[in-house]
């Protein structure tokens, strides 16, 4: 890296094309409480991590990467279980204005994301995030023929819990 202006102007680049990124993992690994202290935590480890970037992989695959093993790191540090339902309240914030499906359909997403290990968590959030089989790969370390096995089991279970099928 040329110098610290430029690391300065890519890690602004890199976190303004990822804050939604950075959000969702934050909104899937904390209570609404700690999501800003998540949020600075994967920013700061983005940070530290900057000049160990090596572009091998999309920017966007290595802010997964990063902010999935920070949010696990923060989890199993803090070692608290989210209550899906009351940080699905918290997010919706009573708001009148809201279909009431919609307030549904956040408590039956939050529930199902803290019923999976890290792993099935991390792979079905990228693939919620729209993610291609192969980014899902090279973020979690699986191959993509596993990815896609368990993208199916967990679209399987998603269907049986809560669609009764």
Not at 18 to 43: F, T
Not at 56 to 66: F, H, I, K, Q
Request: charge should be positive; include cysteine.
């Amino acid at each position: 890296m040329a110098g610290p202006d430029a690391k300065q102007r890519l890690f602004e680049e890199v976190v303004a094309a990822n804050q939604r990124r950075i959000l969702a993992i934050a909104r899937s690994y904390a209570p609404p409480n700690e999501r800003q202290d998540l949020c600075q935590e994967i920013m700061l480890q983005m940070w530290k991590g900057l000049d160990g970037f090596q572009g091998r992989s999309a920017p966007s695959t290595w802010v997964y990467r990063v902010a999935l093993n920070t949010a696990i790191t923060f989890r199993r540090r803090n070692g608290r279980r989210i209550d899906p339902s009351a940080s699905a309240l918290d997010e919706c914030g009573h708001d009148p204005v809201a279909p009431s499906n919609v307030a549904t359909e956040i408590v039956i997403l939050e529930d199902f994301l803290q019923s999976l290990g890290k792993i099935d968590r991390a792979v079905f959030l990228l693939y919620l995030e729209d993610l291609s089989y192969r980014d899902i790969s090279d973020v979690t370390g699986l191959t993509e023929s596993h990815v896609g096995v368990r993208i199916n089991r967990l679209k399987k279970a998603f269907i049986q819990r809560y669609c009764g099928g």
